[in-house]
């Protein structure tokens, strides 16, 4: 929530930039260059704000950022879905990314606010959306880029681009069953609580070398990762490192199935999350090249920005 | 907890059978030649009776099952973990079912009461432990058994058999993570609460072909699974069938690739979970034949039963 305080002579406003999750806020003032004059982060995700409303908590957010009242704002992620404030309809694939902010729906308010969509992938036999993450390979690729991203999170993001445009993409659902898992299973007793995945211990390379050895086997390792500590072949202080080597090396594992093995991998990279990825997918043989996954929301945000008010700026 | 009245001239009580799992209890009153002339059933499984002890609660079901003092008590499952009553403790694959009486551990307890152990695969690569079915193995092959046995359940194992000896075996968590990811994920949304798949349902046999098709794909499969109703592919009452379906499947689908696919499968079942399994083996190709999984259990405790105190009754 600590807004930075903009430095004498920098350049002034030019837009807000928001990336709306689930669970959290985080508004940028902007530059019309893309630079950060200010900053403003909270925990009122969509979740919250479905009961308490989108208005008020934004309006607070723009007051942190000492937002002046005549510049826009322009919102990605979840804000956009059908629970969110707007419904901005996703984009199907394939789709351009630089075509985003053509979706964007305009919210009925005072101020210039627009919503960014998200994209589907509307084929019956492998259905599946984003929402927020397009932004964020906005902001990360050229506008001529081909190749593979990985962007990790509760929802993982598998994402092959041509020539700019997403054309197939998958989710995994790796995050969110780390810790459903490991708070609500049989496995509560095997992992520590509240316990976080150290990046590169031996429980969390063996988890993954156990995930790719064998691939279908997901269910049967999550048993056998408490029926191990029952045995003494480990204690309960390797779970947490061990569980999430299982559920990325599976992730992994599907991945490079579904999308091949292509040598470069581009990965957007956010937080222990994202060290825990860079090992794991290096293990697998890709030569990664990492990006911060909050930069490229920004960027992201900055470039749909130009494209809607650039001439304005 | 109703017991069953024995009727005039039955066979005389020999010993009392009693299935203690996690959470349930199930005693029997049984003759010397298996048959069973009461029954008492209830839901102090292992985990209450951690707190309320082990010992009052057969007193009560003892006494609900008019059990001659005289007679003992022979016990499978849970009762018998590190924290149940007393530790039985594993026998080691590779194990003669017919042997399982020998590893029986006595309670300290005026009457003869004893419990039998549970089964443990003791490698570092595939560490698996069982308590109670190893009972329901012994309760329904001959000695001179081979082939692979399939046990649906919270914690399904497969298990495969030669000449009447247990020589490996796998445990999926398969009923415990359908009932986790359809309560705390996301997927709550997706699926009906409180519903019970249905055993041959269009959404149940999709679900079980999509893991047969895509091995690796479990933790995708799961988010498509919602994304398909966002995009109005499926409804929201498919959502319970389909998931049980891809959870069955990726289970059938590993436990294939682990063990072969021997033309024969024997499956004992037990109620809904039962049908669900038969349907899904029989689409992967197997002949199945099928055993009530309760009666196996008591039929078990009899062999044992008979092993141990034979000659007294």
Redesign the interface.
Known sequence: MTPLTPSPGAAPAAFVAVDWGTSSFRGWLMSAEGSVLAESRGSEGMLHCAGAGFAPVLRDHLSRLAAPETIPVLICGMAGA?QGWIEAPYLNTPTRLDALHEGAVRVDAGRDIRILPGI???R?D????MRGEETQLLGMIDPAFSGLVCIPGT?SKWVKIEAGAIVEF?????G??FS??S????LAYAVEAAGQPAANSRPFREGIAAALA???????S???LR??Q??G?EQRGDGTDRLSGL?IG??I??AT??FGRPRRLRLLRAGRLGELYEIAVRERGFDVSADDAEAASRHGLSKAAINIWGAQF
């Open positions: 059908r589907a992938q509307a019956a492998r259905p599946d959306v929802h998958a989710t995994y659902m790796t969110e069953l459903v898992i708070q609500h299973s049989i064998a691939p279908s086997g997901l269910t049967s999550l048993f056998q029926a191990a029952l045995l072949f559920l599976s992730e594992s599907d199935v579904r």
